[in-house]
């Protein structure tokens, strides 16, 4: 079955840097995009990024743009969202998330914090 588990989450203080990765099981991992989405408290989930399957394409949000990498290694079915310059209002809840054979599927999340 699909998994995809999350790592890399902590607290952070404002400017600081985190790098977030998901380990993925269970598809062919090298031909799906994959995507970052963050919910924060009282707010909707929203895509944060996004890869192609071959990683030659990437697309962000633009709270993201600049700031943000994602990136992969089909070789080690892993995917990563380097974060830096970290506000505040990136404070929420990371997931990571592929859309196969019509379906939604998303990891447990990790908890960003960005605070003094």
């Known amino acids: 079955q699909v998994q995809l588990v999350e790592s890399g989450g902590g607290l952070v203080e404002p400017g600081g840097s985190l790098r977030l990765s998901c380990a993925a099981s269970?598809?062919?991992?090298?031909?799906?995009?994959m995507s970052w989405y963050r919910q924060a408290p009282g707010k909707e989930r929203e895509t944060v990024a996004t890869i192609t399957a071959s990683g030659g394409s990437t697309a962000y949000a633009d709270s993201a743009k600049g700031r943000f990498t994602i990136s992969r290694d089909n070789a080690k079915n892993t995917v990563y969202l380097q974060m830096n310059s970290l506000k505040p209002d990136d404070t929420a809840v990371y997931y990571c998330?592929?859309?196969?054979?019509?379906?939604?599927?998303w990891g447990q999340g990790t908890q960003v914090t960005v605070s003094s």
């Open positions: 998330s592929a859309y196969i054979r019509n379906r939604r599927y």
């Open positions: 269970g598809f062919t991992f090298s031909t799906y995009s």
